[in-house]
């Protein structure tokens, strides 16, 4: 099992994130990933990283694919590995529907094939072996319905792509979208992961996988853990109680909350309810509450340094292939590489 680093959403300064990043790379971490919600984009914090890094990998966690059309990703994608000599590696996701529509300003309809046409094309533009042409449901190369002059050709990316294939991670779910990733991807990002559960998350993985005609090695785990370093295993829970109520309890007219389905997965049914309740009318402090000790200890990290040393063993034995820390403690950093 490798180990990764998130560097989160919030836009630090590069002077905050650059030591940590450098200081991975020299303690042979395996990657580092961006993140993207609706403040800093994924692309350019890599675009710098890649000239002032030598040989850590730099992946996307996740580009968000209502965010660019599948020709804009790809530009990007090659565009990063050519800069990174290879060391680029592409992490898609669908978002949610609020900030599709909210800040992006598209439908969030038909998600699914959405993202199976996103990949296609993203494929065939990176693969350059041929002018691009596609007739979805969703995307349509060239474009030929209402308001087209008409007179579009198929095109070929003018840049030569440093690979003709780019390792290309889903970030997925839901059972549909999991069975898509296990289908169509190099790699899974999981929304909350476990070991103790790994059979039954990894089901719908397997069935697309099976789909696709490969072997289960063939699609990369790499789940992204929350961290909270603390002077004890309950006050680093106590920390990540509100994120983890607000994954679990958030609720909207006609959207699914596929945390909260997974919570339920893994047997804690009653307390997603409780929490989703409890968010519904406004009591946070008791949704907070209400988050298990034992969700928190299987999915996330907790704890003082030991504490998430020896859980970090745990994961040893999963079929976890990266083991991605959303951290900035080079300490914490240093010992889980230790033990990788």
């Known amino acids: 099992m490798r180990l990764g680093l998130a560097l989160g959403y919030g836009g630090e300064p590069i002077e905050e994130v650059l030591p940590v990043v450098e200081h991975a790379e020299r303690i042979g971490v395996d990657s580092v990933w961006s993140v993207e919600e609706y403040g800093p984009d994924a692309v350019s914090v890599l675009g710098y990283l890649a000239a002032v890094t030598d040989h850590v990998k730099l992946g996307t966690a996740v580009m968000q694919i209502p965010a660019r059309t599948p020709a804009a990703t790809a530009m990007a994608a090659m565009t990063l590995d050519v800069l990174s000599n290879g060391r680029f590696q592409l992490g898609l996701g669908l978002s949610v529907p609020w900030i599709v529509e909210g800040w992006h300003g598209q439908p969030y309809a038909r998600p699914l094939r959405r ?45 030569e792509p440093l690979r003709p294939r780019i390792p290309l991670y889903l970030g997925a779910i839901g059972p549909r979208s999991v069975a898509l990733a296990g289908e169509v991807a190099d790699g899974w990002f999981p929304g909350m992961y476990a070991p103790e559960h790994e059979k039954a998350l990894t089901r719908p993985l397997d069935e697309g996988i099976e789909r696709s005609g490969r072997a289960p090695g063939d699609v990369q785990i790499a789940p992204i853990l929350y961290v909270a370093r603390a002077a004890t295993v309950a006050a680093g ?12 309890g958030a609720a909207g007219a006609g959207v699914r909350n596929t945390y909260f389905d997974v919570a339920c997965q893994m047997g804690y049914e009653g307390a997603a309810h409780d929490i989703r309740a409890h968010l519904a009318e406004d009591r946070r402090a008791d949704a907070a509450a209400a988050v298990p000790d034992a969700l928190l200890d299987q999915t996330a990290l907790a704890g003082p340094l030991p504490a998430i040393v020896d859980r970090i063993k745990a994961w040893q034995d999963s079929r976890v292939d990266t083991l991605i820390l959303l951290s900035r403690d080079t300490e914490l950093l240093e010992a889980a590489q230790a033990v990788l």
Not at 237 to 248: C, G, K, Q, S, T
């Open 115 to 159: 993202a199976r046409e996103y990949v296609e094309i993203v494929r065939k533009a990176v693969a350059r072996d041929e002018r691009v042409r596609h007739d979805g449901e969703i995307y349509q190369l060239p474009y030929r319905g209402p308001g087209s002059t008409g007179r579009a050709r198929p095109v070929r990316s003018e840049l």
């Open 237 to 248: 829970r106590d920390e990540l109680r509100p994120l983890f109520a607000h994954l679990l």
